[in-house]
């Protein structure tokens, strides 16, 4: 096995191909079009064997990879923010019919405005499909997930499609050295999908997903959906156990990075992770005994892997990379209220938002982080949500707003 | 509180008859409150609609799964299980039935339980008005009567809801004048004024569930609309003359169910097990072959 230099579009491609999928609906849009141009490709050379069909919206793209998992068949497909919020309501709809697809979404924060760049409040937004999500830091973790998230979604106790993020332009145009799996390696891992409680045949006509009125039938449905997504915990980590004898390389659904000893610790996700692993390191070398756990999994929530990794912490800080307007950090709310029952529960618990439409987050603001959690836990008094904003870009506002109103009459 | 659930049929008017009996106790200054409920928006289906009428605040909402009056529209949702009429009546629940059977008649042939009264307001529809239409009016007024509002609060209410639907004022007078009459005549049961005792006994249990592979709501069993009989919905049946059909198949065209086929010779028939009476046929005939024929439980056989 060689590394070789690849963008997180391209690693996300490559799961695809590795899992050697049988069909892909496609429809564009940035950041993503990079994958579908690239199963377009390789499904037109014969590298890759699987039927790919652009479609007329990615309403229809979804509608179209829930049918075709709905016979058995394994499908990929990807979109990114406006795409996913287009295909939200079929995104519960296909986890009804337990749809054991894998869909990737590259981050992309929503208008208005419009940006093109990441944050996470499209995913955020699919959190209560029903699928399952993984999010991604790095372009090797993109590819490893999504062969992750094929064993996890066509599991028999989950039977639920996945969604696997990773943050447009910061990885999906980013290139950084992937390690590709041998694709004989990958077919161990990852055999052929033959399931036997799939499928449609002519002779048997079936109706998926009918109406049920009166509310009994649904509560039924929508709570197994529930309970099949918290088996998702366990199915994970059995995958990541036989991922790490395949390929060596590990992936729980919370990530630690320098906890054991640490006093207070940053929560986050996605790329920008990377960052606020480097703003430990530099922390620390300050004498600072801070530490961060990455959230892999949103859902299932890994709702004891968090507890374990934040009880008895001085102080917790999320970093939350979306704002839900007139509440605050979604994540933060997540990870208050798992550790709500918790006797040893951190004294403090801080909300800061930041990176919102891809804003760069600069060492100072992670320094500010460390700091202001770090008082918040000696005063056992967490707060926020502190927007991270720095002089230098309010200057930079005022000054798009003065280019952007009439300089004469001041409108 | 007075909790008065209606049945009827998709297109009979229940849904109005409970807002008549809304509109008319609020304007007598009550807590009203009234909804329907229906499956997919088919004529012919049953609806339920309910009103609940209070001196206090109304802190319920929903269906009433014990009333202390039910009115039921058209006599053959007592024997439809899809209508749930009987849910919650005991042998103090007051139950009107829009037949021309007496009520010791009724009881005889249904053994329905509760304080039984009935009227034909069907009989009374044809005659006032001419023509087959919705009999909210009447079902309102019967419900006023039975439950004590004033005839002058039912008058202003069928006027103010019909209104709403955009019926003409001749036909609101002549629905009012049925309805009056209907108030006037329909023989008096006495209507509790609450039910309401303790709650029965319920565990709460959490679902054993099929595995996640069996984990979505699916039907495989074959097509089965065949066996499903919709004799029962009709008030009324269409019935061809054949010598004045000029075989155009317009009814064929449009009838939703498919119940009307083409003989060899070119003329439809009705095929009654899956005719649901909405008379959509008879309305589309250029030549007035198709007619009609009201149901009685005598011919109501197919």
Known sequence: ?411 | MIAVRFHGRGGQGAKTASRILGTAAFSEGFTAQDSPIYGSERRGAPVSAFTRIAKEPIRERGIITRPVLVVVADVSLIGDPAARMLEGIDERTAVFVNSPLTREELRAQTSLPGRLTTLDLTTIAVREFGKRGAISALLGAVAGRLVGLRPESIDRAVAQELADLGVDASLIRRNQTAARHCYEAVPLVPVEKDVRGAPGPTSLRAPTYDPPTRGTASITAGPNSAIRSMSGWRTFRPVLRPDLCNGCWLCFANCPEGAITIKPDGKPAVYYPHCKGCLDCVEVCPTDAMTVERETEATKTT
């Not at chain 1, 990958?186 to 002779?203: E, N």
């Open chain 1, 1 to 411: 096995m060689t590394a070789q230099m690849m963008t997180g579009n391209l690693a996300a491609a490559w799961g695809a191909r590795l899992a050697d999928v049988d069909y892909v609906p496609a429809f564009p849009i940035t950041p993503q079009t990079e994958i579908v141009e690239t199963l377009s490709k390789w499904c037109g050379t014969g590298e890759l064997n699987a039927r790919f069909v652009t479609l007329d919206s990615e309403h229809s793209m979804m509608t179209a990879a829930g049918a075709a998992a709905a016979t058995g068949a394994r499908v990929f497909t990807a979109t990114s923010s406006q795409g996913l919020l287009h295909a939200l309501e079929v995104l519960y709809t296909v986890a009804g019919w337990r749809a054991p697809l894998v869909l990737v979404n590259v981050s992309r924060a929503l208008a208005s405005p419009i940006t093109l760049e990441p944050d996470h409040n499209d995913v955020l937004a699919a959190r209560d499909s029903g699928f399952v999500q993984v999010h991604a830091e790095t372009c090797q973790e993109v590819v490893d997930s999504i062969l992750m998230a094929y064993r996890i979604a066509e599991d028999p106790l989950v039977c639920l499609p996945v969604v696997v993020n990773l943050d447009g332009f910061v990885l999906s145009f980013t290139r950084e050295p992937v390690w590709l799996p041998e694709a004989q390696a990958v077919r161990a891992f990852l055999p052929p999908f033959r399931p036997t409680h799939l499928g449609f045949k002519a002779s048997t006509p079936q109706a998926l997903g009918t109406a049920v009125l009166g509310g009994s039938t649904y509560s039924y449905f929508r709570h197994q959906i529930h309970l099949a997504s918290v088996n998702a915990l366990q199915v994970h980590e059995q995958a990541a156990a036989e991922f790490e004898r395949c390929f060596g390389r590990r992936y729980d659904v919370v990530e630690g990075y320098r906890i054991e000893d640490a006093e207070d610790i940053l929560v986050m996700s996605n790329a920008f992770a990377s960052k606020g692993k480097a703003a430990v390191d530099a922390a620390r070398e300050q004498g600072r005994r801070v530490g961060l756990l990455r959230l892999r999994m949103i859902r299932p929530w890994p709702a004891d892997a968090v507890r374990r990794a934040l009880r008895g912490r001085r102080a917790v800080a999320v970093l939350d990379q979306n704002l839900s307007p007139g509440q605050g950090g979604i994540l933060y709310q997540e990870i208050a209220a798992c550790l709500y029952h918790d006797v040893a529960r951190p004294r403090a618990l801080c909300s800061f938002i930041g990176g919102l439409g891809g804003k760069n987050i600069s060492e100072a603001e992670f320094h500010a982080v460390f700091e202001q959690t770090a008082e918040a836990g000696i005063q056992g008094q967490g707060g926020g949500p502190v927007l991270l904003y720095t002089e230098a870009e309010y200057r930079e506002m005022e000054q798009l707003q003065f280019l952007a109103h009439d300089l004469k009459t001041g409108r």
